[in-house]
């Protein structure tokens, strides 16, 4: 089991561009959840699917983010025109059931917007 | 607002050294997760308590929750330098785990 793997490690966008970040969860993990980490916001909720099925994305800014998870097997988090200030480490995160039980976190990807 | 919280920003120690750390919260929870994030590394999950217990134990860890005082703390023994890391608690609201801005702890040789 390699765990949750997220890709690429490192991205480095200019203003304006758009960024896909990918994450594959744990191969049998029906939850699949992506969090923001900066040092001044901490960790920020942004979406949660269940079964593929968009559940809560209470979090995400309306305009420029998506997430989609097309199959079972990853999930993909698309920021359209970045901004410096979405410069942070993404996390996505996979759990068998839901927040109740143990979230295992890929290593994140750092996006840096110049 | 900020549903769970550590109580300190930071924490020193020396190696062999047990160590503490607390974090309260503010709305009724069915758990309360610990975590531990290493530089360059996702959050891992070192201990799950539910709202029906009050101690759980993990090798040298071990976390305590009072729901009446709405706290918890995680108690680390023996200390070693790859304890080094963030430590957060966070609770289950809904769909999303709310988390603490985690306490940072340095074990010194």
């Known amino acids: 089991n390699a765990g949750v793997i997220q890709t690429p490690r490192h991205k480095v966008t200019g203003k304006g561009q758009e960024a896909t970040l990918w994450c594959e969860p744990i191969s049998g993990h029906s939850a699949v959840f992506w969090y923001r980490q900066t040092i001044v916001q901490g960790l920020e909720f942004l979406t949660y699917?269940?079964?593929?099925?968009?559940?809560?994305d209470s979090g995400m800014p309306k305009e420029r983010f998506s997430a989609q998870m097309p199959n079972q097997s990853h999930s993909t988090l698309k920021i359209q025109s970045t901004q410096p200030q979405d410069s942070a480490v993404y996390l996505c995160?996979?759990?068998?059931?839901?927040?109740?039980?143990?979230?295992?976190f890929g290593a994140g990807t750092r996006l840096s917007v110049l | 607002s900020q549903l769970a919280e550590e109580n300190l920003w930071a924490l020193s120690v020396h190696e062999g050294e047990s160590v503490t750390v607390n974090c309260s919260y503010k709305t009724s929870i069915t758990a309360l997760q610990w975590y531990r994030q290493k530089s360059g590394e996702g959050p891992a999950q070192l201990i799950l308590i539910r709202s029906n217990e009050r101690e759980k134990r993990n090798g040298r860890l071990r976390a305590t929750l009072d729901t009446s005082s709405q706290s918890s703390s995680l108690s680390i023994t023996a200390t070693r330098c790859e304890d080094t890391a963030v430590y957060f608690c966070a609770t289950d609201s809904n769909y999303q785990l709310i988390w603490g801005s985690g306490t940072k702890l340095i074990i010194k040789p």
């Open positions: 995160a996979s759990s068998s059931w839901g927040v109740q039980n143990t979230l295992y």
């Open positions: 699917f269940r079964n593929q099925a968009p559940i809560d």
